[in-house]
């Protein structure tokens, strides 16, 4: 009995995918409509950010960013978080590209040896930060510029509050890194191409994806609501525009808004684990961070807007 359980369990994947790929077939319409929109939605709100960010802070970590962070922010970073420089670039650039850049970084530093296992996982818990432009560009839309700011600062606020009461009990001293040898100009904009578009191409394929198929389980839904919320478990760039035909207040709205960015979406869960799977990275670390900060998200949401609105 058990051993039949067991391969049962293990074939689900497999029914599954065989399932997809028969709904694959039947809508293919609908398959190739839902791919261009998902393509749509990726370089009309996604890429521009993340391209143009990306590049700037591979420019900067190639000229000699760190020195400036190991120089000003070390102190704050210590009393704050018992965390060194480095690991302040890490949370600052996170802060400025957008998810999932946080796990990105964090690998990175992590190969480079310029932070430890403990802290690597530390920092996932709360480097999950949406890209700024997208909440005051994309979602003021939706809702209003005021609604917008709410849901960046509570956003924002909600990881921190998990940074500081997660935080290592003791600070421990790290050697400052060498910094990367100076390159041309040339040399560095190609490698920073080559940076980004290594974790572009991962949003965009995960994207394409799970837009595609939440589309064809969601078309035989007829509830508008419980699509919207089905679209943002998975993705929540698509998640999050289509809070925008829901017919809710804007204050509702924002609810939503907060839950999709803080959780992430299976997209970028998936993301996050094909980043640190590499370096074999605890992934229950950003799960968990994920959980803690969606609730503190919605109770900040809900203070802010009370004084605010």
């Given at each position: 009995m058990t051993t039949n359980f067991k391969k049962i369990v293990n074939n689900i994947p497999l029914l599954f995918l065989i399932i997809i790929f028969?709904?694959?077939?039947?809508?293919?319409?609908?398959?190739?409509?839902?791919?261009?929109?998902?393509?749509?939605?990726?370089?009309?709100?996604?890429?521009?950010?993340?391209?143009?960010?990306y590049t700037l802070q591979d420019l900067l970590l190639n000229y000699g960013i760190l020195k400036i962070f190991i120089k000003f922010f070390s102190p704050l970073s210590k009393k704050l978080f018992h965390l060194d420089a480095c690991s302040s670039y890490i949370i600052f650039m996170s802060m400025l590209t957008g998810f999932p850049s946080g796990s990105k970084y964090v690998t990175d530093f992590y190969n480079k040896k310029y932070i430890d296992r403990n802290t690597a996982n530390y920092l996932l818990t709360f480097t999950h930060f949406?890209?700024?432009?997208?909440?005051?560009?994309?979602?003021?839309?939706?809702?209003?510029?005021?609604?917008?700011?709410?849901?960046?600062?509570?956003?924002?606020?909600s990881n921190f509050v998990v940074a500081f009461f997660t935080r290592p009990k003791l600070y421990i001293e790290k050697s400052i890194p060498q910094t990367r040898e100076k390159k041309s100009l040339t040399a560095c904009l190609?490698?920073?191409?080559?940076?980004?578009?290594?974790?572009?191409?991962?949003?965009?394929?995960?994207?394409?994806?799970f837009v595609v198929i939440i589309t064809l389980f969601t078309s035989f839904i007829p509830n508008t609501y419980l699509k919207t919320i089905l679209f943002g478990l998975f993705d929540l760039t698509k998640g999050v525009t289509e809070v925008n035909k829901l017919s809710l207040t804007m204050y509702q709205k924002g609810i939503l808004i907060c839950s999709f960015i803080s959780l992430g979406g299976v997209s970028v869960h998936m993301q996050v684990q094909s980043i640190i799977a590499q370096k074999k990275l605890s992934y229950p670390a950003f799960l968990k961070g994920r959980i803690a900060s969606t609730g503190i998200n919605l109770l900040l949401y809900t203070i802010l807007c009370s004084c605010i609105l």
């Open positions: 028969f709904a694959l077939l039947k809508d293919a319409d609908l398959v190739l409509k839902s791919s261009i929109n998902a393509a749509t939605l990726f370089f009309t709100k996604l890429f521009p950010c993340m391209f143009i960010f949406s890209n700024p432009l997208f909440i005051l560009g994309t979602v003021s839309v939706i809702t209003t510029k005021n609604m917008a700011l709410i849901i960046l600062l509570s956003h924002f606020l190609n490698d920073s191409f080559q940076n980004t578009f290594s974790i572009v191409k991962i949003v965009f394929c995960t994207t394409i994806f």
